[in-house]
């Protein structure tokens, strides 16, 4: 483990945070036209040429950075591929089928979770002028929250659980890194299938990069949904058979950066993933309709057995329905289990409800928490149950 001083995130957050007050954002909404250099606090290099894939079945094309966020302007969505080009061509992995839930200590586990850390980790994390991936504040937003992370630990984990727990924040090409933290029993091997629990924790700005993006929905809303989970096996002591891990990923606006370069790390190194399962959106619960989980059934980045398995957790630990549903429009990844399952891993996708019903004051200045009352700490919640009962029943055996 690593000790970051947080009072030094402090200081360089408030630094930044008037270094930008009063700044006009030289991007437009017609495109990007102006390069980084006019930009404090921004990495960008408009020109360098990316590799970029539309659709997991798409030829990757060339493009500069300029045209790639003139297209993520545009709704479109894709994966950045030039960093990991390699990302699936490594051998099969194994199919794992999913006994069904059984676990005797998950509902006491359930008991530890409230929406009392979530509201306050997700104020702080949305007062970032934007956790764009290449940016100032989107580098001090993950050394919070790898310092926060830490201080859970710290202050939290048993005597017996501490020494089984890592927590490191990862360094990429990019400004922010991502954060990996790992539960693994005493005697694990390197080959034990990990159970793994994704959030992405940068936002974006789509018609702006430069421009200010809280995030509080995309995906604040996953990252201290899945947060909360880690801190009830925390406070349960909860110690796995094999190892169970959270990520954080960097740069998922950018195309998926930070998850790709780990599930690359991941098939470099032989590793099996028992389990992949992603939270992107949680919180909002749109007015006049029922209260429900959306369980993403779009083929080519989700597996139907861990789908299933899923929906067998919300039967059993959820007191709301589930209801299938499947990303529209231009194919696309919608998230970070596309990269593991590009990868060949097997993965799941929960969302806040249904694709038509879900935040639509995204990727901008309006995904605030208080935007509206359907951004619900309570809706959140219904996520960090999940998460727990994924961890424990996959990492049980
Ligand atoms: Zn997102």
């Known amino acids: 483990m690593q000790m970051l001083s947080r009072t030094l995130a402090v200081v360089v957050f408030a630094a930044l945070t008037a270094a930008y007050s009063g700044q006009i954002p030289l991007g437009s ?34 493009m500069t950075e300029r045209q790639k966020l003139q297209a993520k302007a545009k709704g479109q969505d894709y994966m950045d591929i030039t960093n990991t080009p390699f990302l699936g ?63 859970y630990t710290a202050e939290l984990a048993s005597e017996e659980q501490l020494p089984l727990i890592s927590v490191e924040s990862l360094k990429h090409p990019w400004k922010q890194n991502s954060i990996i933290v790992r539960i693994a029993p005493q005697d694990a091997l390197d080959s034990d299938p990990i159970t793994v629990l994704g959030a992405h924790i940068d936002s974006i700005n789509r018609a702006d990069p430069f421009g200010g993006a809280p995030g509080a929905g995309d995906d604040g809303s996953g990252t201290v949904a899945i ?17 169970v891990e959270f990520h954080f990923y960097a740069g998922e606006e950018g195309g998926l950066l930070g998850s790709q370069a780990i599930a690359s790390s991941f098939e470099a190194a032989g590793k099996v993933v028992r389990g992949m399962i992603q939270f992107d959106m949680t919180a909002f619960h749109k007015a006049g309709t029922r209260e429900e989980i959306a369980v993403i059934t779009n083929e080519d980045q989700v597996d139907a057995a861990l789908t299933e398995f899923q929906i067998q957790l919300i039967e059993r630990y959820l007191d709301i329905p589930w209801v299938k549903d499947i990303y529209p429009g231009p194919p696309g990844p919608s998230s970070d289990q596309a990269s593991w399952a590009k990868a060949g891993y097997q993965t799941c996708h929960p969302l806040e409800g249904q694709f038509k019903n879900a935040n639509s004051h995204v990727h901008g200045v309006e995904d605030i928490i208080d935007i509206s009352p359907e951004f619900s700490f309570d809706h959140m919640l219904h996520f960090s149950r999940l998460a727990v009962a994924f961890a424990i029943e996959l990492s049980s055996y």
């Open 29 to 62: 909404p017609q495109g990007v036209s102006e390069n980084q250099d006019n930009v404090p606090g921004f990495h960008l290099d408009l020109d360098d040429l990316r590799l970029v894939q539309f659709s997991l079945d798409a030829e990757p094309e060339w």
């Open 89 to 151: 061509t490594g051998p099969k992995k194994p199919r794992f089928s999913y006994p069904a839930p059984n676990s005797t200590i998950v509902a006491g586990v359930l008991s530890h979770l409230s929406t009392v850390e979530p509201k306050a980790n997700l104020q702080h994390f949305t007062s970032y002028y934007t956790r764009y991936y290449n940016s100032d504040t989107g580098k001090a937003s993950s050394d919070w929250l790898f310092a926060k992370i830490l201080a």
């Open 227 to 243: 947060l909360e989970a880690y801190r009830a096996l925390l406070v349960a002591a909860y110690i796995p058979i094999t190892p």
